[in-house]
């Protein structure tokens, strides 16, 4: 007998706001009960393949340390830079810029909420 990941949790001050924040990034979907709505201290969003989930849950604490697990989010389309540039647009912050002169790297961003995640290059950067 195995487990898999039903879902992964992330604890937020604004559910809602949050989970459209990240469906946006991800083009991710509602799930098919249906969009959540302002105001629901709990919201889902389902990958478009349908395996993956977030679950963004309201607490009334605020975020106080570095994450112990995060995101690594690589590109589907276009490069590392391309896509960094759009994440900012969208309101992710900067935390370091971990990017190697010969192109290797990352680029560490934080979400609305302080959440820390990672920026890769993508796939044809990687073999090209």
């Not at 002169?101 to 920026?119: H, K, Q, S, Y």
Request: a negative charge; proline letters at 6%.
């Amino acid at each position: 007998m195995t487990s898999y990941i039903s879902h992964t949790s992330i604890d937020c001050a604004d559910a809602y706001t949050l989970s459209r924040w990240w469906q946006t990034v991800l083009d991710w979907t509602d799930p098919p009960e249906g969009p959540d709505q302002p105001g629901d201290e709990e919201c889902l969003i389902v990958a478009r393949e349908g395996r993956h989930q977030l679950l963004f849950i309201q607490v009334p604490d605020a975020k106080q340390v570095k994450n112990r697990i995060h995101f690594d989010l690589r590109p589907t389309e276009g490069d590392r830079d391309t896509e960094l540039a759009r994440l900012l647009a969208l309101g992710a912050i900067e935390v370091d810029d971990l990017r190697r002169p010969d192109g290797t790297g990352w680029v560490v961003l934080a979400d609305p909420e302080g959440n820390e995640f990672c920026i890769l290059r993508g796939d044809a950067e990687q073999t090209g």
